[in-house]
């Protein structure tokens, strides 16, 4: 069997699950100290340590039921900290006036080299511009006037930064290609090929961004890793890339704007997702086991396999989910679009689907009475 334990580090409480065990190996006897849970069965003896930033209060537990399909829920009490090394974003990372490496984060392939950046700001929402009209009792200065980065400088979106790449000995060009494609003219003259905008790494083709005008670059931030220069670069699993950098994404944006709701959206304009930040503050641990109903999927992809007697602890957050891939809620997905609570996150197409489908294998592995909330699929983002 095994074990599942959901922890709200602000409330100091959590939900301990004992996976159902397999058939002829009940009855069990469970016992919990703050440090060891011990599940004794017909056929084996375990003790599960759990780590040593998490303290169980035995004294406690409440809410003690055996739920079908699940297994044993029971609720305590219980002192959690953990200060785990997050992966960097890039509004934390960096610094005006220091030199930068820029890496496709999927295979590690060197796109810009030495590039020194002199001003490191912050872009505005989206809406900026209609705020300056509503505040402005002159005619805005800024109407139609695209805010581009100087030559050197840096501007960094919720999902995009931008870069102006004019300088030639900043960027060695045949590591940044552009993709061509062939649009027929309004005439519906022969076709004749044009460079699309979109940047694709050479060695790998992930799309990691594309031009814009007076050579001004958007780079996503779930395509590239930037580091100090003279730093080695440090693969990351592409899915718990993705996962810290949106999670981390939704936490700010929920703090620093106030907005827990979410569309995914992919450049091409299509909405893929649907999310609703319900927890910031989540710590997750895990046990295997040895049981025959463990998903192949974990909720800790890319860490190293757990041993039956070992436990697994991740910083996440939890989210509610609607895809929106083949027509599916479309009516709802038109209504937030045009909610101003609602929040767009614009990403590659193709790590939208990628997203999608790390909340769906994070469902499928949840206890099944957890992996709905009213019509909403629930889904953890591991930090």
């Not at 780590?51 to 699940?70: F, H, K």
């Not at 479309?330 to 767009?344: K, P």
Request: net charge neutral.
């Amino acid at each position: 069997m095994d074990v599942f334990l959901e922890i709200r580090k602000r409330l100091q409480s959590a939900l301990l699950i004992i996976r159902e065990p397999k058939q002829g190996s009940l009855p069990m006897d469970v016992s919990i100290t703050p440090s060891v849970l011990k599940i004794k069965t017909l056929e084996q003896c375990r003790e599960i340590n759990f780590p040593p930033e998490v303290r169980l209060v035995p004294s406690s537990l409440r809410g003690l039921q055996n739920v079908s399909g699940d297994g044993i829920h029971m609720r305590l009490l219980v002192q959690a900290d953990l200060n785990k090394k997050l992966v960097s974003t890039l509004n934390q990372s960096l610094q005006a006036l220091k030199s930068y490496v820029f890496y496709c984060q999927s295979c590690g392939e060197i796109i810009i080299k030495e590039r020194k950046l002199l001003r490191v700001l912050p872009l505005p929402s989206g809406n900026w511009n209609a705020l300056v009209d509503e505040w402005c009792c002159h005619p805005n200065p800024f109407a139609n006037k695209p805010l581009n980065p100087g030559e050197n400088d840096c501007f960094i979106g919720d999902t995009h930064l931008l870069v102006n790449l004019r300088s030639d000995s900043c960027v060695p060009g045949p590591e940044i290609a552009q993709a061509e494609t062939h649009q027929p003219s309004e005439s519906h003259s022969e076709s004749k090929p044009k460079a699309n905008t979109r940047i694709i790494c050479k060695r790998c083709k992930a799309m990691l961004g594309e031009t814009g005008s007076s050579g001004t670059t958007k780079f996503y931030i779930t395509e590239i890793i930037i580091q100090p220069s003279g730093r080695d670069f440090d693969m990351i699993p592409r899915s718990q890339f993705v996962q810290s950098v949106i999670a981390q994404c939704l936490v700010e944006l929920s703090s620093t704007r106030s907005t827990f709701r979410f569309t995914v959206q992919g450049q091409d304009g299509k909405t893929y997702i649907l999310v609703w930040l319900l927890n910031s503050d989540s710590l997750l641990i895990e046990s295997p086991g040895n049981s025959e109903s463990i998903q192949a999927f974990s909720l800790f992809e890319g860490t190293e396999r757990l041993d039956s007697n070992s436990t697994g602890i991740w910083n996440a957050v939890k989210v509610l989910y609607h895809p929106c891939i083949k027509n599916r809620n479309n009516e709802l997905a038109s209504s937030w679009e045009n909610d101003i609570g609602v929040h767009s996150l614009v990403l590659p197409s193709q790590t939208c689907l990628e997203l999608l489908l790390i909340l769906s294998r994070s469902n499928d592995s949840l206890p099944p009475s957890l992996q709905y909330m009213n019509s909403f699929q629930v889904a953890f983002l591991k930090m």
